[in-house]
């Protein structure tokens, strides 16, 4: 349905969900200043576009997006592609290529594009990221250790010999700045997780440098004053030969802003119990794309942490991503000088913490584990984005997906789960929904849908690791999961082991009969207790409520079981 979702939350808003809209916003928005920085300067662009990204593109995915509580603006799966693409063509080709990727996007989500692009495989998106995180930490390499050097060579293996030859001119105050930075993030998460540690970094960092005079490189000492305002709107000339030059590059941006942005929702629908339209969010993400380098901005997409924090702090419709939007402008526009005092040490220290979380290398420990064409899947998408190309990774990859899904296919057919998931149909009157249940507190409910749940599982709980504090109990709705690989079962497996150290029970919902079976083959069932596996989401929290030590409550009155008939699922 190409209906924004704001048209739909809209209906039954209430002051109640204004207010923790409002909350969430800001919070979200002081959360985004300083990535949103970070990944600016790390593309190869003068920081405050990467600001004015956030802002404009932020807007406009809220505004028009598919989603309830999408948070869009620069992520950290764009740096490459754009420096690399800033390098052959110029900041113009750039410019050209992000509104022609955004054509290309709102083209696939009229298209009805949408839901096909969640069937790609889970080992080509982790080969993506986990390759275009270590070239992400590769780039950091010269802030990190204060090197001075004229500039980095593109190819990975060229930039670390570069780096080794002038390892002699480290210098120990910006080295010393950017593990206080690490340190900071690392340990801030101890004391709270409302106010991010990146936050703190930054302050802390820059106050250091500034009072005491530390002989360090600043994002003013290198890109002068910063613009407190949103230029003018420049339009630029499209003709066939540059569509010819760029369609390329142009392509390569829209696909991977279309697998981070409904990856992303994916994650956000298991957070809230809800379902977006992938179709509409691809529209959203095409017109944020196209508007964003009107204004000086670069590509766009949604950002899975923010979205996470956003989710976490109340917020429940896209007032929320708007809100966000206006507080970055406000930030801008009255504090934006302050920010050429921060350290490139503490940014460079961000994007390695970033690198970090987006490596996902437990999910990537775990599928080397998997069968044989999983393991090629990603070690061919990996080698190929990180020794060669970004642009030549995806092109690989995606033939890999189409090859390998159909293979999928063939073991596991599920006609209704993938008719569903490709109708894009509106929500309906759902009366098992989590909504309309009373989740206690330390306890977290995440649903799963379709294929890919165990990508959106695995990115969920990195996410959760980096922002929130783990419940006590987490139940995981299977209802909507007909059937489940070795894959799917060995990541299961990992994630109650995660859980388990942090101290979170793992309590599962609705389990069909095939995933069942699965699991007690491979001895997953005892692995969890055959106490914490239910039928129905009631049963769920009541034994989440029996393990944090509150009483029971009586089923709603219009319960509808989940457990149904083999001949119904």
Known sequence: MLKPKLLTTLKDYNKHQFISDITAGIIVGVVALPLAIAFGIASGVTPEKGIITAIIAGLIISVFGGSRVQIGGPTGAFIVIVYGIIQQYGMTGLMIATMMAGIILVVMGFARFGAIIKFIPYPVVVGFTSGIALLIFSTQIKDFFGLVMKSAPAEFHEKWIVYGDSISTLNYYAFGIALLSILIMIFWSRVTHRIPGSIIAIIVTTLLVHLLHIPVETIGSRFGEIPSNIPEPHFYEINLSVIKNLIVPATTIAILAAIESLLSAVVADGMIGGKHRSNMELIAQGLANIASPIFGGIPATGAIARTATNVKNGGRTPIAGIVHAFTLLLI?????????????????????????????????????????????????????????????????????????????????????????????????YDPNSIERREVPKNVEVFEVNGPFFFGAASTFKDAMHVIEEPPKVRIIRMRNVPAIDATGLHTLEEFYKDSKKQGTTIVLSGVHTQPLYAMTQAGLLDLFGEENVYGNIDDALDRAREIIGIPKKGRPADFVPTVRRESER
């Open 332 to 428: 801008m526009l009255f504090f934006g000088n302050l920010a050429k005092l921060i350290p490139m040490a503490t940014l460079a220290a961000i994007l390695v913490i970033v690198a970090y979380n987006m490596s996902e290398w437990r999910s990537f420990k775990s599928l080397l584990e998997s069968p044989r064409s999983d393991v090629v899947v990603l070690l061919t998408t990996f080698f190929l984005t990180v020794i060669f190309d970004l642009t030549i990774a995806i092109q690989v990859g995606m033939i890999l997906a189409v090859i390998l899904f159909m293979r999928r296919m063939a073991m596991v057919t599920n006609v209704e789960v993938i008719t569903r998931e490709l109708a894009d149909e509106e929500e309906s």
